[in-house]
């Protein structure tokens, strides 16, 4: 009993390397493709809770895709949309759809049935259409041909209760894709070759079929500018051969992709030459059909052959629509029609046509002449190896009409759709066209996608009530994702957004997104606007996130402020944002000397002086040089105990955010740190002091410098500033 099973086994290799490859290529959980033009709109329009009906009936490229928009709008309400959903959706799908398949067929596979399972388990989750795969729009293929299959298997059963089944999964089917509406001419074949004698419903399917061939004729004919030109007598043979490859393409392993030089990453372009050994598969399949079929109905009577010529014509229309439609269009005017009739999305329909012939084959072996068995038999196991051939060659690309990628592209382009709100980088993707970059930015502004799952993160160290932020962005959706990601505990109404102005357009979108800004500043037009803003702040965060070894979008901005702040903190982080704490400057005299040349000429304390614990120091000092000073100095500020023995905690850098070495001689310059009290500190007294000490350019630390000529506290090389009395 286990030996006949075991047999079985080898059925579920295909679907482990299907899983395998989506849960390495497919969870970046970013939209892919034409995800992000589509889906990605559909999942903002529910996020504003702004979707419509119209919305989900609205055209994809003259397709109406409903389930698939409606499972995105359930993953925006559910999860934020985690699109990582929608690939294992096109997985689900499609395991389903070879369930179906065969269950259909098993009864006619007979002894053939491990062999046939195999097959279509290959066939129907084949890795070759990788597109279809991670991309969560591609699960559209997966409905229409689920509900198509369901309208044919009921359709074939007498009960009105059937009939009506059918009806509904082929609207369902109508609504899931454009091909969909193909499924009403193929149950009336489907009944006439039943037998039906109820002529009603005959008519029944006729006008229901014309009624959806109507609107689909009316709304999706013409879309963007994109029209239809006359048909001319050449179109016919363009036709005819593009449905010819359709048929042939699981087998095309001649099929060649060459180095696009000079990319931003490495593209190929899809080469492929239409002869006729690249139809030769299609008229030996078309022949092998026919004969069989012929076979199979002069036995047994045209309903032995009912549900292969059926879902038989569902595949073979399919093709035959698309190749009808697209010499037709004027956008394709300038596309090789041989690689788009070889696009891997049209891929999987194709392999279905086979599915069936092969199906039909096993149904007619076992009363078939033994020269037919041997020459059948070595067809088809020459057709399995070409496409395992195909497979192994094109597995590594994902392509898309004429240009392919890496596999690894999939990879890359979930990283870059993450760095890209913050760098505005579209090179890490070659074909912008393939990428909705506003969408993105939608997407990250709602907290959308793979931005649901970017945590929070806090830059500044410490904002003050009284404080402003300033983000000078590349971009104007630049500086929000930078107060959404790193920013979001600061008050909104506290950042002030500079940027090159957008457009009209993107303005809108920025205007209706969630928690739009209050002040932005376009291009250089608001200088002095800025300065009114600030008259009443003492300090200010300035905050930019510039291209790797560039400088900022827009300097005079800077300029403006360094009028009447000086910067006294920098800091920049690992994710390149670059931070300048500005304050106003302050009087200054003598303080204290630090070694021979370095003077504190003055420090406040921001805020209430009466620390404790728990509490936020903040300490704001003023420096200058009377000589030129080599080497980097760091300067400690740190908690001590009365008297002193240890540093309880302590913060080191370096002097002011402006390097020693470049300090002009009796100019000041200056610094804010801030230190924060233990919270369990035991009751006490305690003490604030400073220590400077220099440290080479390899970074040993050198001795402290002695402090001198100072009318306060000194112990050693340490001066004490303040105190801290815990009770």
Same mark, same amino acid.
């Given at each position: 009993?286990?030996?006949?099973?075991?047999?079985?086994?080898?059925?579920?290799?295909?679907?482990?390397?299907?899983?395998?490859?989506?849960?390495?290529?497919?969870?970046?959980?970013?939209?892919?493709?034409?995800?992000?033009?589509?889906?990605?709109?559909?999942?903002?329009?529910?996020?504003?809770?702004?979707?419509?009906?119209?919305?989900?009936?609205?055209?994809?490229?003259?397709?109406?895709?409903?389930?698939?928009?409606?499972?995105?709008?359930?993953?925006?309400?559910?999860?934020?949309?985690?699109?990582?959903?929608?690939?294992?959706?096109?997985?689900?799908?499609?395991?389903?759809?070879?369930?179906?398949?065969?269950?259909?067929?098993?009864?006619?596979?007979?002894?053939?049935?491990?062999?046939?399972?195999?097959?279509?388990?290959?066939?129907?989750?084949?890795?070759?259409?990788?597109?279809?795969?991670?991309?969560?729009?591609?699960?559209?293929?997966?409905?229409?041909? =689920?509900?198509?299959?369901?309208? !044919?298997? @009921?359709?074939?059963?007498?009960?009105?209760?059937?009939?009506?089944?059918?009806?509904?999964?082929?609207?369902?089917?109508? =609504?899931?894709?454009?091909?969909?509406? %193909?499924?009403?001419?193929?149950?009336?074949?489907?009944?006439?070759?039943?037998?039906? *004698?109820? /002529?009603?419903?005959?008519?029944?399917?006729?006008?229901?079929?014309?009624?959806?061939?109507?609107?689909?004729?009316?709304?999706?004919?013409?879309?963007?500018?994109?029209?239809?030109?006359? @048909?001319?007598?050449?179109?016919?043979?363009?036709?005819?051969?593009?449905?010819?490859?359709?048929?042939?393409?699981?087998? @095309?392993?001649?099929?060649?992709?060459?180095?696009?030089?000079?990319?931003?990453?490495?593209?190929?372009?899809?080469?492929?030459?239409?002869?006729?050994?690249?139809?030769?598969?299609?008229?030996?399949?078309?022949?092998?059909?026919?004969?069989?079929?012929? *076979?199979?109905?002069?036995?047994?009577? +045209?309903?032995?052959?009912?549900?292969?010529?059926?879902? /038989?014509?569902?595949?073979?229309?399919?093709?035959?629509?698309?190749?009808?439609?697209?010499? =037709?269009?004027?956008?394709?005017?300038?596309?090789?029609?041989?690689?788009?009739? @070889?696009?891997? *999305?049209?891929?999987?329909?194709?392999?279905?046509?086979? %599915?069936?012939?092969?199906?039909?084959?096993?149904?007619?072996?076992?009363?078939?002449?033994?020269?037919?068995? #041997?020459?059948?038999?070595?067809?088809?196991?020459?057709?399995?190896?070409?496409?395992?051939?195909? #497979?192994?060659?094109?597995?590594?690309? !994902?392509?898309?009409?004429?240009?392919?990628?890496?596999?690894?592209?999939?990879?890359?382009?979930?990283?870059?759709?993450?760095?890209?709100?913050?760098?505005?980088?579209?090179?890490?993707?070659?074909?912008?066209?393939?990428?909705?970059?506003?969408?993105?930015?939608?997407?990250?502004?709602?907290?959308?996608?793979?931005?649901? +799952?970017?945590?929070?993160?806090?830059?500044?160290?410490?904002?003050?009530?009284?404080?402003?932020?300033?983000?000078?962005?590349?971009?104007?959706?630049?500086?929000?994702?930078?107060?959404?990601?790193?920013?979001?505990?600061?008050?909104?109404?506290?950042?002030?957004?500079?940027?090159?102005?957008?457009?009209?357009?993107?303005?809108?979108?920025?205007?209706?997104?969630?928690?739009?800004?209050?002040?932005?500043?376009?291009?250089?037009?608001?200088?002095?606007?800025?300065?009114?803003?600030?008259?009443?702040?003492?300090?200010?965060?300035?905050?930019? *996130?510039?291209?790797?070894?560039?400088?900022?979008?827009?300097?005079?901005?800077?300029?403006? =402020?360094?009028?009447?702040?000086?910067?006294?903190?920098?800091?920049?982080?690992?994710?390149?944002?670059?931070?300048?704490?500005?304050?106003?400057?302050?009087?200054?005299?003598?303080?204290?000397?630090?070694?021979?040349?370095?003077?504190?000429?003055?420090?406040?304390?921001?805020?209430?002086?009466?620390?404790?614990?728990?509490?936020?120091?903040?300490?704001?000092?003023?420096?200058?040089?009377?000589?030129?000073?080599?080497?980097?100095?760091?300067?400690?500020?740190? %908690?001590?105990?009365?008297?002193?023995?240890?540093?309880?905690?302590?913060?080191?850098?370096?002097?002011?955010?402006?390097?020693?070495?470049?300090?002009?001689?009796?100019?000041?310059?200056?610094?804010?740190?801030?230190?924060?009290?233990?919270?369990?500190?035991?009751?006490?007294?305690?003490?604030?002091?400073?220590?400077?000490?220099?440290?080479?350019?390899? /970074?040993?630390?050198?001795?402290?410098?002695?402090?001198?000529?100072?009318?306060?506290?000194?112990?050693?090389?340490?001066?004490?500033?303040?105190?801290?009395?815990?009770?």
């Amino acid at each position: 009993m286990w030996r006949r099973y075991a047999l079985y086994l080898p059925a579920l290799l295909p679907i482990m390397g299907l899983i395998w490859f989506v849960m390495t290529y497919g969870m970046s959980g970013y939209p892919y493709a034409d995800s992000t033009i589509t889906l990605a709109q559909t999942a903002i329009q529910a996020s504003d809770n702004q979707l419509t009906m119209n919305d989900l009936f609205a055209p994809h490229y003259r397709h109406r895709i409903v389930f698939s928009r409606l499972f995105t709008a359930m993953l925006t309400h559910l999860n934020q949309w985690d699109v990582r959903y929608e690939v294992v959706l096109n997985v689900v799908l499609g395991i389903i759809n070879s369930i179906l398949i065969a269950l259909l067929f098993w009864k006619s596979w007979g002894k053939f049935a491990p062999l046939m399972l195999l097959t279509t388990t290959l066939f129907m989750l084949s890795l070759d259409p990788a597109l279809n795969w991670l991309s969560g729009l591609q699960s559209s293929w997966g409905f229409v041909t =689920l509900f198509s299959l369901l309208a !044919i298997h @009921l359709i074939m059963r007498p009960s009105a209760l059937s009939f009506i089944g059918a009806i509904i999964c082929a609207i369902c089917a109508s =609504l899931s894709l454009g091909n969909g509406i %193909l499924i009403w001419g193929v149950l009336v074949v489907t009944l006439w070759l039943n037998r039906d *004698r109820y /002529g009603w419903r005959y008519m029944v399917l006729v006008i229901l079929g014309g009624f959806w061939a109507f609107i689909s004729t009316q709304s999706l004919s013409n879309i963007a500018g994109n029209e239809y030109v006359p @048909l001319q007598l050449d179109h016919v043979y363009e036709m005819v051969r593009m449905w010819l490859l359709m048929h042939s393409r699981p087998f @095309l392993a001649d099929m060649n992709y060459q180095l696009i030089p000079n990319t931003p990453q490495t593209v190929y372009f899809a080469v492929a030459q239409s002869t006729v050994f690249s139809i030769l598969p299609a008229l030996i399949g078309f022949a092998l059909f026919g004969y069989t079929a012929w *076979r199979v109905f002069k036995r047994n009577g +045209r309903q032995a052959v009912m549900l292969y010529a059926s879902i /038989g014509l569902y595949a073979s229309g399919t093709l035959a629509m698309i190749a009808f439609i697209t010499p =037709l269009q004027t956008m394709t005017e300038h596309i090789d029609n041989t690689i788009l009739a @070889l696009n891997e *999305r049209y891929l999987h329909v194709s392999l279905i046509f086979w %599915l069936v012939l092969m199906s039909l084959v096993a149904t007619h072996w076992r009363d078939a002449q033994r020269v037919y068995q #041997l020459c059948v038999g070595v067809v088809v196991i020459v057709l399995i190896g070409l496409h395992v051939h195909t #497979l192994v060659r094109e597995i590594p690309y !994902i392509s898309f009409n004429e240009l392919a990628f890496p596999l690894d592209d999939a990879l890359q382009n979930g990283r870059c759709a993450e760095a890209y709100v913050l760098t505005a980088d579209r090179s890490c993707i070659y074909a912008s066209w393939m990428t909705d970059w506003d969408n993105l930015d939608q997407l990250a502004s709602r907290r959308l996608a793979g931005y649901a +799952r970017l945590a929070h993160q806090t830059t500044v160290p410490y904002f003050l009530p009284q404080d402003m932020l300033i983000l000078n962005g590349e971009s104007a959706w630049q500086s929000i994702h930078l107060r959404d990601l790193f920013f979001a505990h600061i008050p909104k109404l506290a950042i002030i957004h500079i940027a090159p102005k957008p457009s009209t357009m993107v303005l809108s979108d920025i205007i209706h997104a969630p928690n739009p800004p209050t002040y932005f500043l376009w291009d250089y037009d608001d200088t002095d606007a800025l300065s009114t803003w600030l008259s009443d702040k003492t300090a200010v965060w300035y905050g930019i *996130r510039p291209p790797l070894y560039q400088a900022e979008a827009l300097p005079k901005y800077r300029t403006r =402020l360094e009028s009447e702040f000086v910067p006294a903190y920098h800091l920049i982080t690992p994710d390149n944002i670059h931070l300048t704490r500005y304050i106003r400057p302050f009087e200054t005299g003598q303080v204290a000397t630090f070694g021979d040349d370095l003077h504190l000429v003055g420090y406040q304390w921001v805020g209430d002086t009466d620390f404790g614990a728990c509490d936020t120091i903040i300490l704001q000092t003023a420096w200058m040089t009377d000589a030129p000073v080599q080497g980097h100095i760091q300067l400690s500020l740190a %908690l001590t105990d009365d008297p002193i023995t240890r540093a309880i905690t302590n913060t080191d850098s370096a002097i002011s955010p402006i390097s020693i070495p470049f300090w002009e001689i009796d100019k000041a310059y200056y610094d804010e740190r801030y230190l924060s009290i233990p919270c369990d500190l035991p009751s006490g007294d305690y003490r604030l002091t400073l220590t400077a000490y220099p440290i080479t350019d390899g /970074g040993d630390i050198l001795p402290n410098l002695r402090v001198m000529d100072s009318q306060m506290r000194i112990e050693g090389h340490l001066l004490v500033i303040g105190e801290v009395v815990i009770r």
